[in-house]
């Protein structure tokens, strides 16, 4: 069997969520559209089923998934429906939907419900992605609020820059959306994982956190969260051979790395083809047998060479870490060092086969490699 697998610590993921609704101050969206970014959308769903608020999903395939595997939390639809069509199905499996755009109001206005519908509606505060004008949204609120199809709103913005400690874009954002909402007295929604961990001060009856459930830094640096978070996925796989260089030997495809001196390299079986970035440089950290070593050669589809020369014990079968919690390099740290987001690069993971790690009190990830760092 192939030795690539994703470890997915269902107790961190738990924890995380809990602290992002501590943060938020009110209910949260666990936010686990593209399969949870790579984690597998129907197992965390059954992890967090017990403690989440909702669900959000970026689709309505992504909601039906869930639904058919029992899940019956509510699940919000983050970017409504794509197609009129879908509003029966909203419907019946009793989904929330965002309304975002125009079209979706007048695809609304002729559908009749069998049961009140909860929406979101959407305002466009700065980030011009989706979302209504200030104007729309005000119209769309009135109109909604008397209508006997709707049982509830929500009021809702999306954050453009709340990555970005120094901008005062999120401000302004706030400000816009707080200037929308001022005569409107439901619940209201702003907060992804960067302003849930970088500002604060932004509260709203409902957070939507996502990247944080996984345990990863929204932030290009990680510093501020590391050690609040809990990562959830540990990426490894094992040696399958063993090479010995001669000084000026090159390793993999386009010879990117030749070898200075007489080195051994170990080849690990995981890729690109696995999600693993193509473009990781040389000297991007992988840890062997619990020690941090380095990443030499392109990344190829299927393997990924590494340096063992200071490793004489490493051999066929040894066990390689990619990414995990502390102190492994995190998927934050891996993704800097790539030129990825942390984003990216967990939504990027496939093939690899997933074992899943029980909630609270069982073991957790981290404990199979106790990895040193480099000086
Ligand atoms: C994806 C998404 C989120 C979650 O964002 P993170 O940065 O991963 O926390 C929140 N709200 C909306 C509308 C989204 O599309």
Known sequence: MRPARALIDLGALQDNYLLARRLGGG???????ADAYGHG???????LEPI???????????ALELRQAGIRAPILLLEGFLEADELPLIDRHRLWTVLASPWQLDALARYRPAAPLQVWLKLDSGMHRLGLSPDDFA????????DPRIASIVAMSHLARADELDSDFTDIQRAVFEAATRDFHGPTSLGNSPA???WPGIRSDWVRPGLMLYGASPFPLEAPIRHVLRPVMQLESRLIAVRALAAGEAVGYGARFTAPVPMRIGVVALGYADGYPQLAPNGTPVVVDGVTTRLVGRVSMDMLTVDITELPQAGVGSQVVLWGPQPLPT????????GTSGYALLCGIKRVRREYLGAAGAATIGQTA?????G
């Open 331 to 338: 998927p934050s740290q891996i993704a800097q060092a790539c």
């Open 52 to 62: 989440a608020d909702a669900f959000g999903v970026a689709c309505i395939e992504e």
């Open 27 to 33: 209910k949260a969206v666990a936010v686990i559209k």
């Open 370 to 374: 106790s990895a040193s760092l480099p």
């Open 196 to 198: 849930l961990l970088g």
């Open 41 to 47: 959308a129907v197992r965390c769903a059954r992890a």
């Open 139 to 146: 119209r769309a609120l009135q109109q909604l609020s008397a």
